[in-house]
C-alpha cells in the first residue's frame, strides 16, 4: 500500500469571519488524532506550527508520552506517539514525505467546494489501493484551511456531509478525521454485508 | 426513522487494569460527541454521571454554550448542546428515553467479545433504518464499558478493528463515537460509487 501521512494544519487557517489566522496547539488534538493515525496505518502524522514555541510544546508532550512518565504509566501512548513530527510548514511535511516523488496533497473541508471539484470518498479509496506516490492528507484547524492551500493541492475531497442536520457542518477536527481516516482506510468487512 | 440516542458512561467503567471505577467528565467530551450527535441525526446524547458536582460541572457548561457568553460567541454551538443530557444512571436514560416502548441498548467495546456474539455494523445500520422501538447506543469511558452493562444489553456492537495494526484498538472515545455513528448513520452516498 502507499505510503499515507497526515498534517493538522495551524496556520494558514481560517477563523470564524474568514480572515488567515494562526491557531493555537490542542494538546487533545495531538493524542486522538496520533491515535486515530495509528488505527489507520499512516506512516507519520505532522503537526505544522509556524511558532518555534508552540512546537516545542508539541515535542515536551511527545518526550513526556515516549521516554517519560507518561509512557511508562500509559504504555500504548507511545506508538502513536511515535508517528507525531511538528514541522513549521505545509511544505516541510511535503518534503519530509518525499521519497522518489513527492506526495500528493489531498485537501479537506467541511464546506465550500462543489461536488465535481472534489474527489468522492468512495473513488478516494480506491485510488489508496492502486500502487502510486505517498498521499498527504491535510487538515485544518479552526474554520478550515486557507484558500491557497486548496489551490495548491493535487484533490480535494467532499466534505462529509450530514444528512439528517442540513446546513450543520460542524464536526471536531478530531470526529472529522476520524470519519475520513474510516472511509478511506478502515476496515470494510465490518461495514460490509456478511 | 426510528429515535437514536448516544450515552457515554462514566461509572461503572473499567480502568487499565479492569477494576471498575468512575471517571472524570472531559470538558472535550462534551463538546465534540454533542457535535457529531448533531451531525448524525440524534435526539440526544445523555451524560451518564453519579456524582452530583460532576453532573453540575456539565450543567453550567450547557448554560455557557446554550444561554451564556460561548453561545453568542459561538452560535454553531448552541444545538449540540441543546441534545445534552444529564443523569445519574444509565437506567435514568433507559428511563427518559422511553415513550410506549422501552429503547433497546446496544453496548460498544473496544475488544473483548467474539464476533458471533456481536452485531456487526453493516446489519445495525440495516436495523436503524427499519421501524422499530429507540435505541440507546452505550459507549463507556476509561477502559470501556463494565461487563454487567453488556449483559444488560439488547445488541453488543463489534469492535471498530484495526486491519493496519494488528492488536492496536486504542482508539479516543471521540474519535470511536465519530466512526461508529458514521458506519450506523453515515451519508451512503459520498462513501459509495457513483
Not at 39 to 50: E, N, V
Not at 63 to 88: C, E, F, N, T
Not at 126 to 140: I, N, S
Request: with cysteine; charged share 20%.
Amino acid at each position: 500500500m502507499r505510503r499515507i501521512a497526515l498534517a493538522l494544519v495551524h496556520y494558514p487557517v481560517l477563523d470564524r469571519q474568514g480572515a488567515t489566522v494562526t491557531t493555537a496547539i490542542t494538546n487533545l488534538d495531538v493524542h486522538d488524532i496520533a491515535r486515530s493515525a495509528l488505527t489507520y496505518g499512516l506512516c507519520k502524522f505532522y503537526l505544522i506550527h509556524p511558532i518555534a514555541a508552540q512546537r516545542q510544546l508539541v515535542e515536551r508532550i511527545k518526550a513526556h508520552w515516549i521516554d517519560g512518565s507518561g509512557g511508562r504509566r500509559i504504555p500504548d501512548r507511545v506508538g502513536p506517539m511515535r508517528l507525531v513530527q511538528v514541522v513549521p510548514r505545509l511544505e516541510d511535511a511535503v518534503l519530509r514525505m518525499s521519497d522518489e516523488t513527492a506526495p500528493l496533497l489531498w485537501t479537506t473541508s467541511a464546506g465550500g467546494a462543489t461536488q465535481e471539484q472534489c474527489l468522492s470518498h468512495y473513488r478516494a479509496a480506491r485510488l489508496l489501493q492502486e500502487p502510486g506516490p505517498p498521499v498527504l492528507l491535510a487538515f485544518g484547524t479552526g474554520w478550515g484551511l486557507s484558500q491557497p492551500i486548496h489551490q495548491r493541492a493535487t484533490n480535494r475531497l467532499l466534505p462529509i456531509r450530514s444528512v439528517h442536520a442540513e446546513n450543520y457542518n460542524h464536526l471536531s477536527v478530531r470526529a472529522a478525521v476520524a470519519i475520513l481516516l474510516d472511509r478511506l482506510l478502515g476496515d470494510r468487512e465490518s461495514s460490509a454485508p456478511e
